[in-house]
């Protein structure tokens, strides 16, 4: 009797285990369900799971899985283990998800086997449907500033390409130029519109599956900020994005954002030599207190990841051969917007380059992150430059008191002889001046003398010739009147 339980138990347990062996867990599908987070849907055949499944989170660069080279983001239990449909929501690590154009594919497989083996934890029926699937695709949007042509700049181009290059599916350029500079507000958010729909144009163009999510990175330069501003700003207030970039990761770069607005502390450096930094100067303010671009703001829970590019370098740190008309005058990028929190901005004022060559550096930042990043100060780097500084500081304090010290001493000395110096030449001019007096008074009581004696002289000498004179003229005058009447 005995042999029978037995034997009932070992085929039981046979039941048991073929029972097991029939269970299948296929995944359906995988999406995006926000920035951070993905949706799974799974189905139980034959369930319930003899024991909890887990899914685990992986992304690659090809479509095809190998759990070897791609990267786990995560694994979590499946929460039903139950037959029938389910749909489960998965938080990811805060950049999980983040843009990453050289992984574009996102996957869900169901009890994924551990290395070297070929089955998971769970015998199933099928093997084969454990995994789904979506693709990440990255579309830019580079929007230049201000500027005086009426193409694109030189570096848009040059940026557009260097990111597809980079497996960018798009890039959107923003040509406002003409706008741009336009004397008049309102010209930002008057073009962000036709931003926005160019944008889901190059969207619909895709080849997007249902699941498939689309990550946007926008590039902003300069006085374009404002239209990124305005561009976030409409997306927010009615939507005018696809669905599925709004479940994708959304990305801004500023480089130098500088709005168009005259603040009380002003945001550029001008050179006073000359006039032709005074006259930017004047031409920057009266364009800027005319366009008067809005205050930059960034909607809440829009951006998933910012970074921040600016400089501040004054005119006379910048070289003519390398900068150009900017050491003259050099605008200032903002050193701080909302949104932007401080480990995401990077001062790069060091790097002595002015507001026009900003672009410039980004594009060196692309195509050389690891030697850009090597050049980039880190905290010990400026807190010894702080102490070395703090240290000339205090060197040129002491030194600074040491030349005053001598300074005084040496005034003093001159002023002792100066004061003596000046009563001596003040004693030998009024000799002098006495002396001349003296002599001056000589001369013309001497000249006096002379003048009286040659006066008298003179009164003598023209009353003898006067007698002389009239005599003569006297017998003259008897002669010739006897000889008219000689009976007179």
Partial sequence: MRRWYLLLAFLSLGLSARTGAAVDVRMESVTARDARSVEVTYEVVDGPLPRPATVSILRSAGSSL???TASLLMTVELTETSSGQHIQIIPLADRALALNPELPFV?????LPAPGSSTGAIAESNETNNIAY???HTVAVIIHGFTTGDTLPEWVPVLAQLLQERGYAQTVTADWAEQSREFRTGTPREYAPELNSRLSAAINNLSLEPADSVDVHWIAYSRGVSVLSACLELTTANSSVPASSQRGWTKITLIDPHPCVNRETPQRSISPLGPIGPLAGFY????????QDPEVT????????????YQQNAWYDLSFRENGFEVFINLWGESSLPGITAGQRYDVTWRRQGHMAMPDVYIQRLVAPSEWDSHQPTPGWVAACQSSLESARQTAIVAGGRVQASAAVAWETTKSAAVTATAATKSAAVATWTQGKAITSDLVNRGHATTVYALNQGRQLKDRLAAVDYSRMGRHVYSRMTSWCPTW
């Avoid at 920057?284 to 366009?291: M, P």
């Avoid at 960034?298 to 590019?309: K, L, N, S, T």
């Fill in 107 to 111: 996957f869900a497989v169901a009890d």
């Fill in 298 to 309: 960034f909607p809440d829970g829009v951006i998933a990841e910012g970074e921040h590019f």
């Fill in 66 to 68: 190998d759990p070897a």
């Fill in 134 to 136: 979506y693709r990440k």
């Fill in 284 to 291: 920057l303010w009266l364009f800027q207190e005319t366009v």
